[in-house]
Nanobody
Framework: QVQLVESGGGLVQAGGSLRLSCAAS????????MGWYRQAPGKQRELVAT???????NYADSVKGRFTISRDNAKNTVYLQMNSLKFEDTAVYYC??????????????WGQGTLLTVSS
């Protein structure tokens, strides 16, 4: 069974920092694009950041200059470093990966979600 397992959420005061991690496990041949999404209460899920296998990154305008996405291919892990946090960042954060399993099947993987609460 191929899974993404997230960690690192919590409660932080506005202006603070937090780092999220998401590790893929199971029989995976290759992981291509990885990314982070978030869903605030009563709102739709939105894209936060993506990173390709080659290291090209893309960010939502609302987090540019504050968040940094990175990956460690040896560990099949993607990170989201979040700085200068705002109340508006409060949401459940989900990681995502596009991958190939050992049978060369395309996989779309989602983490279980981790809650970030930013207090004012």
């Amino acid at each position: 069974q191929v899974q993404l397992v997230e960690s690192g959420g919590g409660l932080v005061q506005a202006g603070g920092s937090l780092r999220l991690s998401c590790a893929a496990s199971g029989s995976i041949l290759r992981i291509n694009d990885m990314g982070w999404y978030r869903q605030a209460p009563g709102k739709q899920r939105e894209l936060v950041a993506t990173i390709t296998s080659g290291g090209t990154t893309n960010y939502a305008d609302s987090v540019k200059g504050r968040f940094t996405i990175s990956r460690d291919n040896a560990k099949n892990t993607v990170y989201l470093q979040m700085n200068s946090l705002k109340f508006e960042d409060t949401a459940v954060y989900y990681c995502h990966a596009a991958a190939l399993n050992r049978f060369y099947m395309n996989l779309e993987l989602w983490g279980q979600g981790t809650l970030l609460t930013v207090s004012s």
